[in-house]
Nanobody
Framework: HVQLVESGGGSVQAGGSLRLSCVAS????????FGWFRQEPGKEREEVAT???????RYSDPVKGRFTISKDHAKDTIYLEMNSLKPEDTSIYYC????????????????WGQGTQVTVS
């Protein structure tokens, strides 16, 4: 059972930056896709960025060019660097891991962290 713990959320002004971290309880890089997703109360969860076991990254259109997902093998940590933040980026951000990168797979068969709040004003 993989446990994921996010940190790094907070409040920032528009145009600012934040870096989110997600620490995995065990070494899963060899076979898991990791992703960052976000969800506001009453709205559907949406994909932000994913990084597959081979390092392939994918970004949703709203964050492309502003956010960067990366992983540090030595620290078992996934990062989401967020730059040029906009008020519409305000949400709860979740880290997840599963055998596939699609949101449907993450939702049905993935491991999820508790979420971290990001507020952009």
């Amino acid at each position: 059972h993989v446990q994921l713990v996010e940190s790094g959320g907070g409040s920032v002004q528009a145009g600012g930056s934040l870096r989110l971290s997600c620490v995995a309880s065990e070494h899963t890089y060899s076979s898991y896709c990791f992703g960052w997703f976000r969800q506001e109360p009453g709205k559907e969860r949406e994909e932000v960025a994913t990084i597959d076991s081979d390092g392939t990254t994918r970004y949703s259109d709203p964050v492309k060019g502003r956010f960067t997902i990366s992983k540090d093998h030595a620290k078992d940590t996934i990062y989401l660097e967020m730059n040029s933040l906009k008020p519409e980026d305000t949400s709860i951000y979740y880290c997840a891991a599963a055998w596939g990168c699609a949101l449907q797979i993450m939702t049905a068969d993935g491991y999820w962290g508790q979420g971290t709040q990001v507020t952009v004003s």
